[in-house]
């Protein structure tokens, strides 16, 4: 069965964040987006989620996702897998810094857009990461 146009968009969705490429992700964003942090943290706007984006990318340059698995119920779509990262200390990828935990994101799309995307990860590799004082 193909894939529906929602799941199609989430998937691009993924594929712009892989790619790091913050324009391309706020052009599939809807005018009222909300982001979801896995700490229930809400991002609302363009220019909130463009530096949100952008600082997170310049933290950790190698984010990527990786969806193993998805599934769709109407506009909403289920995303499974990993994500994954390392954190930039000075200008190079830290030693000891590379995080990787299983996530899901939820995805809901109207008329060829992201209205909502919410992570669920545990953020403890990540946060204990960051809570490192750099050498």
Same mark, same amino acid.
């Given at each position: 069965?193909?894939?529906?146009?929602?799941?199609?968009?989430?998937?691009? &969705?993924?594929?712009?964040?892989?790619?790091?490429?913050?324009?391309a992700?706020?052009?599939?964003? =809807?005018?009222?987006?909300?982001?979801?942090?896995a700490?229930?943290?809400?991002?609302?706007?363009?220019e909130h989620?463009?530096?949100?984006?952008?600082?997170? &990318?310049?933290? &950790?340059p190698d984010y990527?996702?990786?969806?193993?698995d998805?599934?769709q119920?109407?506009?909403?779509v289920?995303? &499974?897998g990993?994500? =994954?990262?390392?954190r930039?200390?000075?200008?190079?990828?830290?030693?000891?810094?590379?995080w $990787?935990?299983?996530a899901?994101? $939820? #995805?809901v799309v109207?008329e060829?857009?992201?209205?909502?995307w919410q992570?669920?990860?545990d953020n403890?590799p990540v946060?204990?990461?960051?809570a490192e004082?750099? #050498?």
């Amino acid at each position: 069965m193909p894939e529906s146009d929602v799941v199609r968009t989430a998937l691009r &969705f993924v594929n712009e964040i892989n790619r790091h490429d913050v324009p391309a992700l706020l052009a599939l964003v =809807s005018d009222d987006h909300t982001f979801v942090d896995a700490l229930g943290q809400e991002v609302r706007g363009r220019e909130h989620l463009r530096e949100a984006w952008s600082g997170y &990318f310049a933290l &950790f340059p190698d984010y990527r996702i990786t969806i193993e698995d998805h599934m769709q119920a109407g506009i909403v779509v289920g995303l &499974f897998g990993s994500a =994954s990262g390392t954190r930039l200390v000075q200008g190079t990828l830290a030693p000891g810094g590379r995080w $990787k935990t299983p996530a899901a994101w $939820k #995805a809901v799309v109207r008329e060829g857009r992201v209205e909502r995307w919410q992570v669920y990860a545990d953020n403890e590799p990540v946060r204990r990461i960051l809570a490192e004082k750099p #050498a």
